[in-house]
């Protein structure tokens, strides 16, 4: 990735405040702020790291965005999922090249990309033609057309079902407002040993979450990440301000598989909870 920029390529103008600007460099094509405009022109035939100024005298240093820039630019048009709980869910979910992933709600498409990017396969449900036509596009707009091979997007719902044909999966991940609802039908096309994560923006629904994985279900936990960075000026180090806390709450279980029943899966939350304490009074 260290050739010079080319026309039809993606470019992010980074500016002196550190506020990222993601184009598409096209011939006669201009970038257009209150400081005034940079010609598409003069990035074309640069490297990376090259710095130019905007009709004003604005500087902005010119670089490739990477997936977390694209994620929190691209265009939307339901609430993504943030770079704080995209990694944390593809490692919850173990995903890696050649694993087959149901994934229902793509939204706008930034799961689905990450997931990609770290080699999945995925069949993906969305309700809405539009979201599905957008994750789409975002999709192929980053990651090119080829990765069209390993992106089966349908406009479906998947509280009716899941498509038998469209399976087996290894991993399924559900971001909707009910996931319970759909925890049934991913038993029915999740493999033995396979992982569930359900995104849930209340506590609520991740308590209804855990209690539909009881039964052939093993291992469930729930986590939440927060994300604090730090001013670092010299000596003067300092946490910042602002954080980016609560987003949502990822819950995660192993299926077992149609045959087993789990001792450990079907103890009570009363059980859950004396266990917690007797793991903190011995440690």
Not at 77 to 101: E, F, N, T
Request: some cysteine; glycine content about 8%; proline content about 6%.
């Amino acid at each position: 990735m260290s050739a010079p920029f080319q026309y039809g390529e993606r470019a992010m103008l980074l500016d002196t405040k550190k506020r990222r600007y993601v184009v598409t460099l096209t011939e006669g094509g201009e970038f257009h702020s209150h400081a005034g405009f940079v010609a598409h022109d003069h990035v074309i035939e640069q490297p990376e790291g090259v710095v130019v100024r905007s009709t004003k005298g604005a500087e902005y240093t010119v670089l490739r965005p990477t997936l977390e820039d694209f994620v929190l630019e691209m265009p939307r048009g339901a609430q993504v999922i943030y770079p704080k709980d995209l990694a944390p869910i593809c490692m919850l979910a173990d995903i890696g090249p050649g694993s087959r992933v149901f994934e229902t709600g793509v939204g706008s498409g930034a799961l689905s990309m990450t997931m990609l990017r770290w080699g999945a396969s995925i069949v993906g449900y969305e309700l809405r033609d539009d979201f599905a036509n957008r994750a789409l596009a975002n999709v192929r707009s980053f990651l090119g057309e080829s990765v069209l091979e390993r992106y089966d997007v349908h406009a479906a719902d998947s509280y009716d079902g899941i498509d038998p044909s469209h399976g087996p999966f290894d991993r399924v991940v559900l971001d909707l407002p009910e996931p319970w609802q759909v925890i049934p039908h991913a038993e029915r096309v999740l493999e033995p040993g396979g992982i569930l994560v359900a995104y849930t923006p209340s506590i609520t629904q991740a308590a209804q979450v855990r209690e539909s994985l009881r039964g052939h279900w093993i291992d469930a936990r729930t986590i939440e990440v927060l994300h604090r960075g730090w001013h670092i000026d010299g000596r003067a180090v300092r946490p910042d301000h602002r954080m980016v806390a609560h987003t949502a709450f990822l819950s995660v279980a192993r299926y077992l598989g149609p045959r087993a029943t789990s001792s450990a899966s079907s103890a009570s939350p009363a059980d859950d909870a004396d266990s917690e304490e007797s793991d903190q009074g011995s440690m």
